[in-house]
């Protein structure tokens, strides 16, 4: 099954995801009320952090370093939901924020060494990590959506499409990566299903940060107008 050269894509998706840390932190710089940009960047950073760590692992890589790139991973998805917890009620203590994002990852790797010391013939480890971040991007995804009640941003709905569609690749990645370990599917089409995958992931992650970059630029204006009716004042005044 040929085209998509898990590798190449894998570098091609840490240079997308290192591009939108990049722009999302550009766009709140200059918006600094941009919902969850500040977060999203933090959130990319991590997960292309983990993704160095996942690209350049061997076969002889220490469980260490398979953990920590990991763990990165989750905690980029968690600090991507609670900011957008955040935004949604900026009354949430940033303490409450960084501990969450803890107690997240501190549950993955917990469930992650009991999954790998497990030894069994589907890779625990793996279908781990994939419902860690799939549950974590879809409580993204939930929050971005539910802030239509509070503010009726529309470009909620990108950035809500975008994060689903993330959590949805990586449930496929790790039924994907169960079935292969129960022989239901062969090591090349396995390959095949993780190319896709990344190519997914990185499209998803550009739809995620051009719906934060109009959210930001949407929620932008709007506090603008405001700011000059009330500078205005009435009618008839």
Known sequence: MGGLHPETLQLVSLIVTLVSAGVSAVTWYSHRGGPGLRGWAMALLLGAAGALLHAIRGPDSSFRVIVLGDALLVAGFATMWMSMRRFNDPRLAIEVVAIAIGAATSLFVALFTLAWQAGTAAPLHSIVLSLFIFILAM?????????????RLQSRIVAAVGLTGIAVTRLIRGAMASLAGLEVVDAETRLAAAGYSIYATSVFILIVTFGLVLMASERFERQSALLTEGQQGPPGA
């Open 139 to 151: 409580l993204a995804a939930w929050e971005t959506w539910r802030g239509r009640q509070l503010d």
